[in-house]
T-cell receptor, first 113, second 112 residues
């Protein structure tokens, strides 16, 4: 049981390049989340999903897109990376409403030059 | 005003000290209160979870929620160097599509 895994662990992009971050969970959780963490800003929610095939915007969605084609996977896409998207990205999953316990992945460090 | 405010850090204490970490929140609809611990270059992990007001104890850790004053606290007794990490408070309304709102986090260093 691996829990929540994220791919890649670290990536360097040039401004304007695109990439996809992959989050996978093997706990059969319904809810999945993408956060970014910046110094002095805490964790901020980018997008989330309450089930397969559904997505919704969080606090800071601009510049990102997501997809949840399979229950166990949640993809975060950057179509045209900007230096302001340099951050550490965390994925999390939640079993169901009422448990309120989110399980986090190890993070992806992204540097946009 | 942010929905969850957390005491700024960093905080450095000697081993064995009692540590008090605090957050305040503004939304009275929050019902669930959590403390996450995050070691350097790792993802956050749930440390304590409380529903509504009251205290919850787990070993050396005590979480306290006072909904009347909208105050959340985490106490660490007999602090150890292994407690050195960033601590984030988080709140949630619960219910359909509820989301966590995090404080900015405080970095704690326990000196041997």
């Amino acid at each position: 049981n691996a829990g929540v895994t994220q791919t890649p662990k670290f990536r360097v992009l040039k401004t304007g390049q695109s990439m996809t971050l992959l989050c996978a969970q093997d706990m059969n959780h319904e809810y999945m989340y993408w956060y970014r963490q910046d110094p002095g800003m805490g964790l901020r929610l980018i997008h989330y999903s309450v089930g397969e095939g559904t997505t919704a915007k969080g606090e800071v969605p601009d510049g990102y897109n997501v997809s949840r084609l399979k229950k166990q996977n949640f993809l975060l896409g950057l179509e045209s990376a900007a230096p302001s998207q340099t951050s550490v990205y965390f994925c999390a999953s939640l079993q169901s409403q009422g448990s309120e316990t989110q399980y986090f992945g190890p993070g992806t460090r992204l540097l946009v030059l | 005003q942010k929905e969850v405010e957390q005491d700024p850090g960093p905080l450095s204490v000697p081993e064995g000290a009692i540590v008090s970490l605090n957050c305040t929140y503004s939304n009275s609809a929050f019902q669930y209160f959590m403390w996450y611990r995050q070691y350097s270059r790792k993802g956050p992990e749930l440390l304590m979870y409380t529903y509504s007001s009251g205290n919850k104890e787990d070993g050396r850790f005590t979480a306290q929620v006072d909904k009347s004053s909208k105050y959340i606290s985490l106490f660490i007794r007999d602090s150890q160097p292994s407690d050195s990490a960033t601590y984030l408070c988080a709140t949630s309304r619960g219910g359909a599509n509820s989301k966590l709102t995090f404080g900015k986090g405080i970095t704690l260093s326990v000196r041997p």
